[in-house]
């Protein structure tokens, strides 16, 4: 791909017997876990870097509206045009790797099937694969992990064996990228490699994914102080019509973003036994406490305490030898929760300030954390998933409650600022989620369906309860 790159005389000189010598190296199976992994919408527009005889490209083109076929060699684009000539919705463009001819965030998607190990410097070329997409955009890799297998830099003329996992994950996220997933392509995770001189390796391939950032921190931060502090149409608990909560969100229309219906599955009788300010102002989209089976003298952290109706909640099942940790990073929300914890005379409550991404409790400290539909407020999941992991000691029990998508979804209700704010934009499609969670390290993962539900750009998008453990081992 790279103009200068020494891998480049060899794909000119091989371009018309690639795609045979291609099948005994890799097959399709790697292009459908990438595929798979992007989460692609009929709008989108792509690009395939590096993209060779125009492999990737031909299970995009009828996925999406557009995709950017970019190789450095002019010879395996020739082959590549004959390839796919039955698509029109196709651009070809010879290109250097460090320098793609396409403007900053011009794309939704970039994919580079078995090209970074062609790379002199892949994280350069990563952050290159970073500049054209835009915010919310996704990178998709599928490439070789490290193997010991010298005749492939010979025979292939590899710049790289493989590469770590981990190493991949530091570049993704050097790069800019959030909500990093390094994994395995299909079942078997194996490519079967035969040399000309006979012979043989099977190295496993993995397929990486990693989402440019949008922040949207401060918006949605002011949006729920405001909420707190009865702006914004949540009203005062003292001036409420006793009913359901004045601040519980109810049925939320957003012309950019559909609307959704929101039970938080609170019984009358839980929120009797819990101070009235928190009781009012639910503004969740399940009860992670309902299926935590907390128990007494147990430690548990709330992540995105809010008004503290799910703190307060634990409270009460760890009783008077068990604490919870309600952590927040509005100011407001913790003032109000703390005034009701005072008022109510609790002692095994501390309310912290903090962020999901980084809790302020120690490694290994706590027994239960639970959430309730705040992960989606935050840009990088996957690093408030490792954060609770670190969090949790060891057979720790993760129980979230959080909205996730039914499928792929555009980008345009990615931007929404007002959707974000109603934990319905930044939510994940639920595969893209649950990936998260196992990447973290989290055994024991399942998923059930929960109390909210609404449409979203033609979209389901949904509550559920997931429950998943931090391994003994």
């Known amino acids: 791909m790279v103009t200068n790159n020494p891998s480049a005389p060899y794909f000119d000189e091989v371009a018309n017997q690639w795609d045979s010598l291609r099948s005994g190296y890799f097959s399709e199976a790697v292009r459908e876990s990438a595929i798979q992994k992007a989460y692609l919408h009929p709008e989108m527009t792509v690009a ?3 993209a060779g005889t125009g492999f990737v490209s031909a ?7 557009h995709v950017h076929v970019l190789d450095g060699s002019a010879r395996m684009l020739d082959v590549a045009q004959k390839n796919l000539s039955g698509f029109q919705n196709l651009t070809f463009q010879q290109a250097d790797g460090l320098l793609l001819p396409l403007q900053d965030g011009s794309v939704d998607a970039a994919f580079a099937n078995m090209y970074l190990h062609h790379c002199p410097n892949p994280l350069a070329s990563i952050r290159e694969m970073a500049r054209i997409i835009r915010p919310g955009g996704r990178i998709v890799i599928t490439d070789m992990d490290e193997h010991n297998q010298e005749w492939l830099k010979t025979e292939m003329a590899d710049v790289w064996m493989g590469f770590k ?6 570049w993704f996220e050097q790069a800019g990228l959030v909500n990093v997933i390094v994994d395995c392509t299909g079942q078997s995770c194996q490519a079967s490699c035969q040399s000309v001189s006979g012979e043989h390796a099977d190295i496993s391939i993995f397929v990486a994914t990693g989402t440019k950032k949008i922040d949207r921190r401060d918006s949605v931060q002011s949006n729920y102080a405001a909420r707190a502090l009865g702006a914004e149409g949540c009203c ?3 001036q409420g019509d006793g009913s359901t909560g004045c601040c519980s969100p109810g049925l939320i229309t957003l012309d950019e973003v559909g609307s959704v219906t929101w039970d938080s599955g609170y019984s009358s009788a839980e929120k009797g036994e819990i101070p009235e300010e928190a009781a009012q ?16 003298g147990e430690i548990v952290l709330d992540i995105g305490s809010g008004g503290g109706i799910d703190a307060f909640l634990a409270a009460k099942r760890v009783g008077p030898t068990g604490l919870v940790y309600g952590i927040d990073m509005t100011p407001a929300m913790l003032q109000r929760a703390r005034k009701a914890a005072k008022k109510g005379g609790y002692t095994n409550i501390k309310f912290r300030h903090g962020y999901a991404e980084k809790l302020p409790v120690e490694d290994a400290s706590i027994d239960v954390i639970i959430s309730n539909c705040v992960i989606n407020l935050t840009e990088d999941k996957g690093r408030v998933f490792r954060e609770a992991y670190r969090a949790l000691k060891t057979g720790g029990r993760l129980e979230v409650n959080d909205m996730v998508f039914g499928g792929a979804i555009p980008l345009t209700l990615r931007d929404s600022i007002g959707g974000w704010s109603e934990c319905i934009s930044g939510a994940l499609p639920e595969g893209e989620y649950v990936d998260l969670v196992r990447q973290a390290g989290f055994t024991d993962v399942t998923v059930r369906r929960s109390t909210s539900s609404g449409v979203s750009a033609g979209v389901p998008v949904y509550s559920v309860q997931l429950s998943a453990r931090k391994p003994t081992a």
Do not use: E, F, W, Y
């Not at 989209?285 to 007494?296: D, H």
């Open 48 to 50: 395939d870097v590096g």
């Open 59 to 65: 299970g995009l083109a009828g996925l999406v509206r």
């Open 165 to 170: 996992r981990d190493q991949i994950l530091k």
């Open 236 to 238: 005062d608990p003292a």
């Open 281 to 296: 102002i639910s503004l969740g989209c399940g009860n992670p406490t309902a299926m935590a089976n907390l128990r007494p």
